[in-house]
């Protein structure tokens, strides 16, 4: 049984280097039929494989794909045969550490998909398989060959539009799940997991290999590695801690029903129903006092013994500074109205 597979239209650069890759229809665990398609029509020989098929090759691949239950695959492949662009055919027999751009690629859409979940897949290294590029309104430039790009699309009387500067393109440039609103599409990156209901605002910023299961309101930033739970609320500005740049190892998540304020940020992960006043950033050796009902100091502690514990609200004593933590009594409900157009 193979681990995923992929027919992606991509971009090469100038040496014929792999920039990006587009798969309309990535598929994890393709069954063994497809897998045998690929062996005869395009001499894969196991392993992991990003193989360059030409247009004569996707079209033998078409047509013995038809001879399956794989039919999308195979009208897929009828269109790629057709394609101005390189074609490629990623198989993946394994969940290994990456080796080619296209791999990478695939790994991300299958995320951004909702197939594998943030943490499902191996990613480390990808870093140095993903090529900073320009993400122009005529796709995916080498920055090498951009000044070149440029002045061609004056001298044509066309102006490039440079959208972005980055290793990760935008996610809706290459799928858009079902039942989400993104106002700014350029906050959210390929390989962002984006749960049915979820409305990013303006502010919000899901990262790759990070995002939300369900309904959620985000309004604040998703960091690498993090997921949050269903029915949580991502305050304007806020900040959920990752571990790629200097942050704790522990890893960050956001429970059920869970409301971080605006402008607050947390370093630990949190439980469901829990809450964090506008403004407080609770990183995981800030020092807690643990209130009863009656507002009675029971204990201090340290935020990260607090990881993952229900039902919690956090604030910042407005008299003496001090980060307080209560039972949270009013677990948070997301707006109706406002995810009724998901
Ligand atoms: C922390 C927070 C959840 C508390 O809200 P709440 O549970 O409704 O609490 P209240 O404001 O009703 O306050 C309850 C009591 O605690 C007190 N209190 C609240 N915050 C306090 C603080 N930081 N320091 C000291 N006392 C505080 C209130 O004065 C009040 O006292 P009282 O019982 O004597 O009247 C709220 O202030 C908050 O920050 N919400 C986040 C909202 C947000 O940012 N949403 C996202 C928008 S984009």
């Known amino acids: 049984m193979s681990f995923a597979f992929g027919i992606g239209i991509g971009t090469q650069n100038n040496q014929g280097e792999w920039l990006e890759v587009f798969y309309p229809q990535p598929i994890m665990t393709p069954g063994r039929e497809l897998i045998d398609v690929v062996e005869t029509a395009l001499d894969y020989k196991g392993g992991n494989q990003a193989i360059h098929a030409t247009a004569e090759q996707l079209t033998q691949f078409a047509n013995a794909l038809r001879q399956t239950d794989a039919t999308d695959q195979a009208s897929l492949a009828e269109k790629a045969a057709n394609s101005k662009r390189p074609v490629v055919v990623t198989v993946l027999e394994t969940d290994d550490t990456a080796s080619s751009t296209p791999e990478v690629y695939l790994k991300l859409h299958l995320i951004s998909h909702r197939q594998a979940k943030p943490h499902g897949l191996k990613l480390d290294g990808i870093f140095g398989l993903l090529p900073n590029l320009a993400w122009t309104n005529e796709g995916a430039i080498d920055l090498n060959e951009l000044p070149e790009r440029q002045l061609k699309a004056r001298l044509d009387g066309r102006t490039l539009e440079i959208k972005s500067v980055d290793k990760f393109p935008q996610m809706t440039d290459y799928v858009v799940p079902k039942g989400v609103r993104i106002a700014d599409t350029a906050r959210v990156r ?49 900040s959920t801690m990752g571990t790629l740049s200097g942050g704790g ?59 993952n514990k229900p039902d919690l609200l956090f604030r910042r004593n407005s008299q003496t500074g001090a980060v307080e933590c209560k039972t949270n009594k009013s677990a948070i409900e997301l707006n109706e109205e406002l995810h009724a157009n998901n």
Not at 200 to 209: D, L, T
Not at 227 to 236: E, F, H, R
């Open 249 to 307: 190892n522990m890893v960050i998540a956001v429970g059920e029903n869970c409301l971080i304020g605006a402008n607050a940020g947390i370093g630990i992960p949190l439980g469901d129903r829990c809450k964090v006043e506008a403004g407080l950033y609770v990183t995981a050796g800030t020092k807690v006092a643990l209130l009863d009902d009656d507002n009675k100091l029971v204990e201090v502690i340290k935020a990260r013994d607090l990881a």
């Open 190 to 238: 390929l390989g962002a997991y984006v749960g049915e209901g979820t409305t990013v605002m303006h502010e919000g910023f899901i990262n790759f290999n990070a995002g939300t299961e369900g309904a959620s309101m985000i309004e604040g930033r998703i960091s690498a590695g993090v997921m949050v739970g269903k029915g949580s609320d991502l305050g304007g500005g806020c």
